[in-house]
């Protein structure tokens, strides 16, 4: 699971805490392959084409955010490296996020803006 990160907002005289929740996932096949900017690209390359050629005639590879050129990356050098046997579609849809913001300090007092 990702590393939550935060960032001071500041938001009317009040300091908070933004924390970034991490995005669900539905529903996981065991063909589905999930990219972030911090996966090792080379052990992912691997898996994929493992999984490509001992168990799955298709796979699909996620990526959210600054992760999609990760996967964009990953399926064309798949694609590249499969000598035309394989072929890459893509798809894309949006995914809501939520992000909690906590006061910094215990006495948080709101202002009317």
């Known amino acids: 699971m990702a590393a939550k990160e935060e960032a001071d907002v500041?938001?009317?005289?009040?300091?908070?805490?933004?924390?970034?929740r991490t995005p669900g996932r539905l529903f996981t096949r065991r063909s589905d392959v999930?990219?972030?900017r911090n996966s090792?690209?080379?052990?992912?390359?691997?898996?994929?084409e493992g999984m490509l050629e001992k168990e799955f005639?298709?796979?699909?590879?996620?990526?959210l955010g600054a992760a999609v050129n990760?996967?964009?990356?990953?399926?064309?050098?798949l694609e590249e490296r499969s000598l035309g046997?394989?072929?890459?579609?893509?798809?894309?849809?949006?995914?809501e996020?939520?992000?909690?913001?906590?006061p910094s300090s215990d006495v948080c007092i709101p202002s009317i803006v």
Not at 10 to 20: E, F, L, T, V
Not at 85 to 95: C, D, E, P, Y
Request: aromatic share 6%; glycine share 6%.
């Open 57 to 63: 005639n298709e796979i699909t590879i996620h990526g």
């Open 40 to 48: 090792d690209y080379k052990m992912q390359l691997g898996r994929c």
């Open 70 to 77: 990760r996967a964009i990356h990953l399926a064309l050098s």
């Open 85 to 95: 046997r394989l072929k890459v579609s893509a798809n894309t849809s949006t995914v």
């Open 97 to 102: 996020m939520v992000d909690d913001l906590e």
């Open 34 to 36: 999930y990219v972030s």
């Open 10 to 20: 500041p938001i009317g005289d009040n300091s908070y805490s933004r924390r970034k």
